[in-house]
């Protein structure tokens, strides 16, 4: 029988949709096995994991690929990529993180020149270092070898306008090759030129399904013997505001890594949490953890999953008000991000380096 | 008054058309002013080559700019490509030739591999350099910089769908890429880390001018500070064969670079030439030069105008007989083409260099 898991209780309505699309649920064995807090609550389906998990217990290679393609700061969702690579990471993986700014051009109508693209990359670089990253786990697009774009070009070939439509809704050329692009940073590692032929990883969302799909379509196409790319799909964290997405075009709907203590202060202190009108009611009634847009801070990043267990578990029963909990994560991101900037800010050199190559 | 053209009789009927694209025909001054006997007889209009001929004059920068795209030997037809690249070379030129292995492997379906595309390049990179192109005057796309690449998927963000559609009639997206890189074929040179901005020359076919407007159409869109790109429009040599296209799918309509004198003498043999069903009617009634695929040859790459003139009027009277004309043409490329081969084996090695990079 599968434990029951204390995360997940609105999975079960996903078990249909996962077995149309060929998407299994990611198991509680494998879980508990690879021990950390994020797979445990935010890890929700899986598209051939099994082969990374065996490499993963037998030591043998696979290849660890993500990246970000961001428009901006970074915010506290990219910190979960960040963090669900260097768990793979330090599972002896091989390392490749992409800084894509390329495709952050390509894909972004605010970002109007490939130099503002490249100074975002320089900010999202340092932040990612900072993090533990290490120079080799990084490549940026813009600055990378010759062979990976040939490969997003070969990749052209064996795309068809009907493939792509049917996956995207809409052929516009900019899209098309950021597309490219991604299919080439998932697939190009397994080349002869880098690791050869090997499992790979990357943690998407479930909406990102079709883009994984399509990926896996191409491999059959390709005249190259690779390994067929592995999935694992994650939630999404939410907007701070009732229904908003955690958005780098909406400030005030994420905590960014660059925020200042009183950023911070502000953006929790209005975040939505479903609270009830008065103290008293909610004290009554309980709050309700699962909508909290200030207890889904502390799911997604707070390691202590007892502490965030009890928190909810307390907010559930009315035992603490809204007011606590923001206090808590206030204090708890404002440590968090005043470390992380200070380390951030010696990565910035090392940054520019990489991404300007010189 | 302009003066008369012995090669230009049928030019008149594009005027119109020229009008309508925005093309100019290609005035006899500068016919003169350049002195080359493919300007001469083969350019028909051009597209703000006023500016180039203008740095020419001048002993001004421009860039020169053109490149093969080949799905195996080369033959006569991209001889007039490298013929014209000579020559503004010869002007003093930035020279930029293009080995464009990655748009042959993506655009041809024959071309099955990268490999494959590879070996290809490797071969018309020999011929190209026996031709007299040095090291530095040429790249090839598998293995040049990184820039190049990026600004490639820099300008997809400027094309839309329907500008792309309007233009190709179509969006599959290996021919997609195919058409980016042309893009940054033509307009990279331009770019900072290059020559920066100066005039740019590139012959093309009156076919691909619709490609040549959305090239110029893009530059308006790109956020950097590039002068536009002139063209110059030249005829096509067609096939050997009666209305064929010179091919290099269709062995027996073209004469390919790497043929033996065998071959020479048998295409050349079986060539098209108009000429009448017996020989006396054909020195009572004349030939017809004008649509023979032999005299087409010497129009195309026989450098001695007058002894072309020559050889036509005596066709057109009578006073020569096809089987004379086919001898002086085989006679005439079989020794040009063994002294190239012998050239072209000697440059073997230093293009297999430049094509892997080592």
């Known amino acids: 029988m599968q434990a029951i898991n204390p995360w997940s209780s609105k999975e079960i309505k996903y078990e249909r949709a996962f077995a149309e699309f060929g998407l299994k649920s990611f198991p509680e064995k494998w879980k508990k096995e690879l021990n950390h807090y994020l797979v445990e609550r935010m890890v929700i389906a899986h598209r051939d994991f099994g082969k990374v998990m065996q490499c993963i217990k037998e030591g043998k290679p696979f290849i660890n690929i993500t990246g970000i393609a961001s428009s901006g700061s970074l915010h506290l969702g990219h910190k979960v990529v960040i963090d669900m690579f260097l ?3 330090s599972f002896g993986a091989k390392n490749y993180f992409c800084i894509a700014d390329i495709e952050g051009y390509t894909s972004r109508p605010q970002t109007k020149t490939m130099e503002q693209a490249k100074e975002i990359a320089v900010n999202n670089l340092a932040h990612v270092l900072a993090f533990g990253l290490s120079k080799k786990d990084v490549y940026v697009q813009s600055n990378y070898k010759n062979r990976y774009y040939a490969f997003a070009f070969e990749i052209s070939k064996k795309i068809t306008r009907n493939m792509f439509e049917a996956t995207y809704g809409h052929v516009d050329l900019g899209k098309v090759s950021a597309a490219l692009l991604q299919y080439a940073d998932i697939l190009h590692a397994q ?20 883009h994984a799909r399509l990926t896996r379509d191409v491999v059959k196409r390709l005249p190259y013997d690779l390994e067929m790319p592995s999935f ?19 400030p005030a709907s994420a905590i960014f890594l660059d925020d200042t203590p009183e950023q911070i202060r502000e953006k929790v202190s209005n975040a939505f949490t479903g609270g009830r009108e008065t103290a008293s009611l909610q004290r009554k009634l309980g709050g309700k953890p699962e909508v909290c847009k200030v207890c889904e801070i502390l799911r997604f990043h707070y390691p202590d999953s007892a502490e965030v267990l009890r928190i909810m578990e307390e907010c559930r029963k009315g035992k603490r008000l809204c007011g606590e909990t923001k206090q808590f994560v206030i204090e708890f991101l404002t440590k968090f991000l005043k470390k992380h ?8 050199k090392l940054a520019r380096k990489i991404v300007y190559g010189k």
Request: no cysteine.
């Open 87 to 89: 768990l793979f990471k």
């Open 191 to 210: 080349l002869p030129e880098f690791e050869g032929k090997m499992p790979s990883i990357t943690p998407i969302g479930l909406d990102q399904d079709p």
């Open 232 to 250: 694992i799909y994650l939630k999404h964290q939410s907007g701070l505001l009732e229904g908003s997405k955690m958005s780098s075009s909406e």
């Open 341 to 348: 900037q200070q380390k951030a800010k010696k990565k910035e």
